[in-house]
């Protein structure tokens, strides 16, 4: 019974955290969500970042080398022109020094390089690389032209072949300039379109997993929630069946308990019935065998005169009434033997004991308490006709020649062991369900809350050893 409410009580865990873990679970599956949007947010945030630096690192520092080109080309083509018209403030190193400026940018933004403590990143645009070429060439060109007229002034001045090649290859440099600045700025706007493009998407992606986790989230919590309805259901039907088990096995132990109560009564009645009829058989049948027997001597006084064979065939009745008388005697006292309720256990034992001896030709030891104590009826008539079941079977089963029997009894208890040298009963035979006269003996001895055990083994015999409390008064006469 224990297990099976050990069962339910397991059976049962589920349903107290299921409700716990329902709610437990929520706040998980929030923050998991969360980590999640999280993540996206830093991917997205990230990712714009990169490019935006991206731009800043690539497109600043070339546009601003651009810049830097033009600017100092114009300012060294207008110094050039002034210093050609007189202008002494002016100096031919500045425009030197310019021009070298243009070309280290110009080169910066073919090779790399630096510009004001930015780095230069060089170009990949093969068309851009083409005109910033352009723009070296006639950098280089311009320069020397710059140069011849600078040291021949007097056939360079305004209007001159010379000026006007100046003026042509400036003015080209100017476009290819602008040029530069116009195809990197087309460059950023595509980077740019191309950037957006890609924030689309991932916006779409990051809606797309949203509408993926939450159908995913859905899902699990409808599977959940049918999982947890069937283990619900599950758990109720367990429980029903543990306490339909609990019923049955109630029922079990209550006719168990019954039939037990009932074999007792039968015993009881049993021997108050073979009680009764030994003390008919022996009062009423006796007494009359008795009278009869006197009454035939009285006849055989009275018939002197009669006949040799009348009076041996009266003497032949006589010896007839003498063994009915025996037999009636034995009858009685195998139905219940005065001896138990006059003399006690103990001598009731030493009697059955010659008895049995004398049947059986079986050598019997016997070890009786110096001093009876008085026990009940009930106690003495189950020890007593355990004793007798055990001798039978020794008689009937064991094939031994010789038997020990051992009655001790105190204030506290009553044991009763009894030794064969026979062939020793085997485990089989002490558990046969078809085995009444064991059975009997077992019922017996449970009903007093006693003990019995038998063990046998093939060199020992058999021993049967009971114990009967005699604690409670009610035992003790
Ligand atoms: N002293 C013994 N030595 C050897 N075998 C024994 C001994 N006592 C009992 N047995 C074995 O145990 C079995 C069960 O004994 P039990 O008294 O229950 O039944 P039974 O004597 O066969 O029949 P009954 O119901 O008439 O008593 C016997 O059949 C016998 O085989
Ligand atoms: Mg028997």
């Known amino acids: 019974m224990n297990n099976l409410i050990d069962i339910m009580t397991k059976a049962k865990i589920p349903f107290a955290a299921d409700a716990k873990s329902k709610w437990s679970l929520l706040p ?14 830093i991917g997205i945030v990230g990712f714009s970042f990169q490019k935006g630096l991206e731009m800043i690192t690539v497109y600043a520092p070339l546009i601003n080398a651009d810049t830097e080109i033009k600017l100092n080309v114009s300012v060294a083509h207008m110094w050039v022109e002034e210093i050609l018209a007189g202008d002494t403030t ?49 950098l280089t060109e311009f320069r020397a032209i710059a140069e011849s007229r600078l040291s021949h002034r007097e056939t360079s001045l305004t209007g001159s072949p010379i000026d006007y090649r100046y003026d042509k290859v400036y003015s080209a440099f100017t476009k290819n300039a602008d040029q530069i600045k116009y195809r990197l700025t087309e460059l950023i706007a595509t980077d740019l379109q191309y950037f957006k493009a890609t ?21 699990f919590e409808y599977f959940r929630n049918r999982a947890v309805l069937a283990l619900h259901q599950s758990n109720e039907n367990l429980e ?9 096995e109630n029922r079990l132990i209550e006719s168990k308990e019954q039939l ?7 015993q009881t009645v049993r021997e108050e019935e073979k009680a009764h009829i030994a003390r008919e058989v022996h009062d009423e ?18 018939l002197q005169s009669t006949s040799d064979e009348t009076r041996s065939r009266i003497s032949g009745m006589n010896a007839l009434i003498d063994n009915t008388i025996q037999s009636v005697q034995r009858i009685a006292t195998e139905l219940r033997p005065q001896i138990l309720d006059v003399l006690g256990l103990a001598e009731a034992v030493r009697w059955e004991t010659s008895e049995f001896q004398k049947r059986t030709g079986i050598d019997c030891e016997l070890h009786l308490p110096s001093s ?7 106690i003495k008539i189950t020890v007593f006709r355990i004793f007798q079941e055990t001798m039978t079977n020794i008689a009937r089963h064991s094939g031994a020649n010789k038997v020990r029997v051992d009655l001790q009894m105190d204030r506290k208890q009553a044991i009763l062991k009894i030794l064969d040298n026979g062939r020793g009963i085997v485990a089989s035979e002490i558990f046969n369900k078809n085995s009444l006269g064991l ?7 449970h009903f007093l809350d006693g003990q019995f055990d038998i063990t046998g083994n093939s060199s020992d015999g058999t021993q049967v050893r009971v114990t009967i409390p005699l604690e409670s008064h009610a035992n003790i006469k």
């Open 28 to 41: 998980l599956r929030i923050s998991i969500f969360l980590v999640m949007v999280v993540f996206l947010v």
């Open 90 to 138: 002016k100096k031919v190193d500045y425009v030197w020094k310019a021009l070298d400026n243009a070309d280290k940018n110009a080169w910066a933004m073919l090779k790399g390089g630096e510009n004001a403590g930015q780095a230069i990143i060089p170009l990949k645009d093969v068309e851009i690389q083409n005109i910033v070429k352009k723009v070296i060439q006639e």
């Open 199 to 219: 924030q689309y998407i991932l916006m779409v992606v990051c809606l797309i997993i949203f509408v993926v986790a939450g159908i995913a989230l859905y899902r």
């Open 240 to 248: 029903m069946e543990v306490e339909e088990h609990i019923n049955t």
């Open 260 to 266: 037990r109560n009932l074999g007792h009564q039968l």
């Open 285 to 302: 049948l006796g007494q009359t065998l008795t009278a009869l027997k006197m009454e035939l001597g009285c006849l055989n006084h009275d």
């Open 372 to 378: 009876d104590i008085e026990l009940s009826r009930e």
């Open 439 to 445: 059975l009997g003996i077992r019922e017996r001895v």
